[in-house]
């Protein structure tokens, strides 16, 4: 381990044991650096002791979604949301998911929620322009009403033959891509080989106030970054 990143790690390890709310830090931090195994130790110990904070669940959620155990990773994000409404990062994940499943328009509205507590997020930006921009071009483009109308649009002429030879490749495409549609469906239920520790995700009446560090349990972790 480089001297830097292990020096770093020794003062966020001993940040954690002087106060365990740092275990969502010190869990990432680990993540980060590649040490998923004790990471995932860190996280499953000590989540259950603050279950009025959300890093924990979005730590977890994060390393699930980079083993690609989405169905889990989806249940700690959303998890997250339920203690902290905006949180950004949970719905950027949210919406990535959605994109993984092919559910567009789910998709667009998570990132629309996410621009209300994030209106500068660029990405978030973009993905909404695009979407603009498609649709303008769905709504500018006018189908021809039938197979022999584009015909004669494109000035082709084909014979009986022909045609049934398009149409038998075309259907073979779709069947491929209905296919590799219900492949990726299926890798999304991937995650029976990984335990995941109990969570209570009920929410209490003095959870803003739980979920707040200090200012100065926030400057010290500014002060790693």
């Given at each position: 381990?480089?001297?830097s990143?292990?020096?770093t790690?020794?003062?966020?390890?001993?940040?954690?044991?002087e106060?365990?709310?740092?275990?969502?830090?010190?869990?990432?931090?680990?993540?980060?650096?590649?040490?998923?195994?004790?990471a995932?130790?860190?996280?499953k110990?000590?989540?259950?002791?603050?279950?009025?904070?959300?890093t924990?669940?979005?730590?977890?959620?994060?390393?699930f979604f980079?083993?690609?155990?989405?169905?889990?990773?989806?249940?700690l994000?959303?998890?997250?949301?339920?203690?902290?409404?905006?949180?950004?990062?949970?719905?950027?994940y949210?919406?990535?998911?959605?994109?993984?499943?092919?559910?567009?328009?789910?998709q667009?509205e998570?990132?629309?929620?996410?621009?209300?507590?994030d209106p500068?997020?660029?990405?978030?930006?973009?993905i909404?322009?695009?979407n603009?921009?498609?649709?303008?071009?769905?709504?500018d483009?006018?189908?021809?009403?039938?197979?022999?109308e584009q015909?004669?649009?494109?000035?082709?002429?084909?014979?009986?033959?022909?045609?049934?030879?398009?149409?038998?490749d075309?259907?073979?495409k779709?069947?491929?891509?209905?296919?590799?549609?219900?492949?990726?469906?299926?890798?999304?239920?991937?995650?029976?080989?990984?335990?995941?520790?109990e969570?209570?995700?009920?929410?209490?009446?003095?959870?803003?106030?739980?979920?707040?560090?200090?200012e100065?349990?926030?400057n010290?972790?500014?002060?790693?970054?």
């Amino acid at each position: 381990m480089n001297p830097s990143v292990k020096k770093t790690a020794g003062k966020i390890e001993k940040l954690f044991k002087e106060d365990k709310r740092f275990f969502g830090f010190y869990a990432d931090y680990l993540s980060e650096i590649g040490d998923k195994g004790k990471a995932l130790k860190i996280l499953k110990e000590n989540i259950n002791f603050f279950p009025d904070y959300s890093t924990g669940e979005l730590v977890l959620g994060e390393i699930f979604f980079k083993l690609k155990k989405f169905d889990q990773a989806e249940m700690l994000f959303k998890g997250a949301l339920k203690k902290d409404k905006t949180c950004v990062k949970a719905l950027k994940y949210l919406a990535g998911l959605e994109e993984i499943k092919g559910n567009k328009n789910e998709q667009l509205e998570i990132i629309k929620e996410l621009l209300r507590y994030d209106p500068f997020d660029q990405d978030a930006k973009n993905i909404i322009q695009l979407n603009d921009n498609d649709l303008s071009m769905s709504l500018d483009y006018e189908e021809p009403e039938s197979v022999f109308e584009q015909t004669a649009v494109c000035e082709i002429s084909e014979d009986s033959e022909g045609m049934e030879e398009k149409v038998q490749d075309r259907d073979s495409k779709e069947k491929l891509s209905v296919q590799t549609t219900k492949d990726t469906l299926d890798k999304l239920d991937s995650s029976d080989d990984i335990e995941i520790p109990e969570i209570s995700f009920a929410g209490k009446e003095d959870s803003i106030e739980k979920n707040k560090f200090s200012e100065e349990v926030l400057n010290k972790e500014k002060s790693f970054s």
